[in-house]
């Protein structure tokens, strides 16, 4: 086993558990933001982190289970639009926290600001992990390019013990 094959489920785990997390604090934000409407940010944010479970379903299951499904391409193509999602949302809460003072030296350092303050450091994170695997995936279709050949990494893929 190689040390890709290693890291690459405790990856996986740590990708799928930081979405978990910003998903739970940006629903509480999102739920407590304001009487009647939450910000769109925030939004797009729990919607990326429910987008990151079903990538991640695939990212695991397909090369293992479903081979003519993990495609190189289709591989590269889920990890490269997870990260842009990632990153899309969280510059865009950062300015919106940024100009609704969502800081501790304005007096708005209240409860749904300060969930809305660790979702987007969570999801600054969930961009560095997606980032990483989704240069794994394009140095593989690098690697591959001359090749007919549209399996997937099987150094990148999640191994049974």
Not at 26 to 54: E, G, H, K, R
Not at 78 to 106: Q, R
């Amino acid at each position: 086993m190689t040390f890709l094959e290693a890291i690459i489920l405790p990856l996986r785990v740590v990708q799928a558990v930081f979405a978990i997390i910003v998903l739970g604090v940006l629903a509480y934000a999102a739920n407590d933001w304001a009487w009647y409407w939450s910000p769109s940010q925030i939004n797009f944010l729990i919607f990326t982190s429910v987008w990151t479970l079903l990538a991640i379903a695939y990212l695991v299951i397909a090369p293992l289970r479903f081979q003519t499904a993990a495609h190189k391409y289709g591989i590269l193509a889920a990890e490269a639009i997870t990260m842009l999602f990632w990153f899309a949302g969280f510059i865009a809460l950062a300015v919106l926290l940024t100009d609704a003072g969502c800081s501790a030296h304005s007096g708005r350092y209240w409860g749904p600001c300060r969930a809305a303050i660790a979702g987007d450091v969570f999801a600054a994170f969930e961009w560095l992990l997606f980032s990483a695997t989704t240069i794994l995936a394009a140095v593989h279709c690098w690697r591959t390019r001359n090749t007919n050949s549209g399996k997937h990494d099987p150094t990148i893929e999640v191994q049974h013990v």
